[in-house]
């Protein structure tokens, strides 16, 4: 098992920026491609991007490119989020991911956090 605690969320103006982190708790944090989704309320869950055991290779969707970062540290097993020049649609509950994979994580992850909400007001 693995667990997958959120933090960095809140409320913020649109432009501003958050950085959200994932702390991964259980198993081998470094054996598992790690992710971020986000929910709106009425709609699915959404991939927003990925990131392989590494940190080599990363995936975003595209309403996020150029815009948010992920990163990984490893030696702290946490996952980051860094979200720049926010917008009021960025605004919902942010999940952060576990999978044996970026493919994996980015269909199917294994593992969830609770989530923590991002609110961009304008």
């Known amino acids: 098992q693995v667990q997958l605690v959120e933090s960095g969320g809140g409320l913020v103006q649109a432009g501003g920026s958050l950085r959200l982190s994932c702390a991964a708790s259980?198993?081998?944090?470094?054996?598992?491609?790690m992710g971020w989704f986000r929910r709106t309320p009425g709609k699915e869950r959404e991939f927003v991007a990925a990131?392989?055991?590494?940190?080599?290779?990363?995936l975003y969707a595209d309403s996020v490119k150029g815009r948010f970062t992920i990163s990984r540290d490893n030696a702290k097993n946490t996952v980051y989020l860094q979200m720049n020049s926010l917008k009021p649609e960025d605004t919902a509950v942010y999940y952060c991911?576990?999978?044996?994979?970026?493919?994996?994580?980015?269909?199917?992850?294994?593992?969830w956090g609770q989530g923590t909400q991002v609110t961009v007001s304008s």
């Open positions: 991911a576990a999978a044996v994979n970026t493919i994996s994580v980015r269909r199917t992850p294994e593992y």
């Open positions: 990131i392989n055991w590494r940190g080599a290779a990363t």
């Open positions: 259980g198993r081998t944090f470094s054996d598992y491609a």
